[in-house]
Nanobody, 120 residues
Framework: QVQLVESGGGLVQAGGSLRLSCAAS?????LGWFRQAPGKEREFVAA????????YYADSVKGRFTISRDNAKNTVYLQMNGLKPEDTAVYYC????????????????WGQGTQVTVSS
């Protein structure tokens, strides 16, 4: 099993920034970030590969969010700039094992999530 622990969430005003971290017990996977707002389905945010430095972003966050990873520390980060109220959600880190990386069902391991709240 892969253990994932998110941190860095909090309350920020619109236009502000937050940096989320995900500490993984094993980072030899593509790692992704998802988010889920109250009453909404879980949606893909960003993902990053282990070796090719390939990154993927949802259209809603392109140009504002940046995903990165430090393999020596088994940690993935999500730098969130220019935050908007619609970014308010619980953010989850997950490990991808195969399939379509934008689908939650294809991630087998999940962290507990960290709350991000953006005030208007």
């Amino acid at each position: 099993q892969v253990q994932l622990v998110e941190s860095g969430g909090g309350l920020v005003q619109a236009g502000g920034s937050l940096r989320l971290s995900c500490a993984a017990s094993d980072a030899r996977y593509l790692l992704g970030w998802f988010r889920q707002a109250p009453g909404k389905e879980r949606e893909f945010v960003a993902a990053i590969s282990w070796s090719r430095s390939s990154t993927y972003y949802a259209d809603s966050v392109k140009g504002r969010f940046t995903i990165s990873r430090d393999n020596a520390k088994n940690t993935v980060y999500l730098q969130m700039n220019g935050l908007k109220p619609e970014d308010t959600a619980v953010y989850y880190c997950a490990a991808f094992l195969g399939g379509s990386f934008v689908l939650p069902k294809d991630y087998h391991y999940w962290g507990q999530g960290t709350q991000v709240t953006v005030s208007s």
